[in-house]
């Protein structure tokens, strides 16, 4: 079993970002500079909100794309990010089909999941979960 987070129901989303603002915090920071998962107005408040999470791809493009193998794929999907490693092209969140791969400008690396859940217990209307899954769907390449 793999580990993956997952948008549950986008329609209870009200938008508060308080699993922007936890996702951040748990790297010791304040605010949404940091935060792995996005959430933002699908054009107004009647039409809702956009959930952005990492998919945990099995064959993950953005690590496909990366010249210093500094995004590796993670066991089960997804990625692993050497910050050490990382020269700051960008590639990585160009070649992400679904903008789940953040750039954090302080920095000049990307900010990548890590898939503890820990967004997911700040969401006070159960919006995201952290699932486990048996196998990750493949992603399509037709972009490519």
């Known amino acids: 079993m793999v580990k993956r987070l997952s948008v549950i129901d986008v329609d209870r ?3 508060c ?8 915090r748990r790297t010791g920071e304040g605010g949404l ?5 996005g959430v933002h107005s699908a054009g107004g408040i009647r039409k809702g909100f956009v959930v952005v999470v990492c998919r945990a791809c099995a064959d993950p493009p953005c690590a496909r794309v990366c010249p ?3 995004l590796t794929a993670r066991e089960g999907g997804g990625v692993r990010l050497k910050a050490a490693l990382c020269i700051g ?4 969140v160009q070649a992400c089909p679904f903008g789940a791969m953040f750039w954090n400008d302080a920095q000049n690396k990307p900010q990548v ?3 503890c859940g820990y967004c997911a217990a700040y ?10 899954i048996e196998r990750l769907p493949e992603v399509s390449h037709a972009a490519e």
């Open 113 to 115: 999941c890590i898939y």
């Open 17 to 24: 970002q308080a699993c922007m603002f936890a996702c951040s």
């Open 33 to 37: 500079a940091s935060s792995c998962i």
């Open 68 to 70: 210093t193998d500094a």
């Open 89 to 92: 092209c960008g590639n990585c």
């Open 123 to 132: 969401c006070p209307y159960d919006v995201i979960a952290l699932e486990e």
């Open 13 to 15: 989303c009200v938008g």
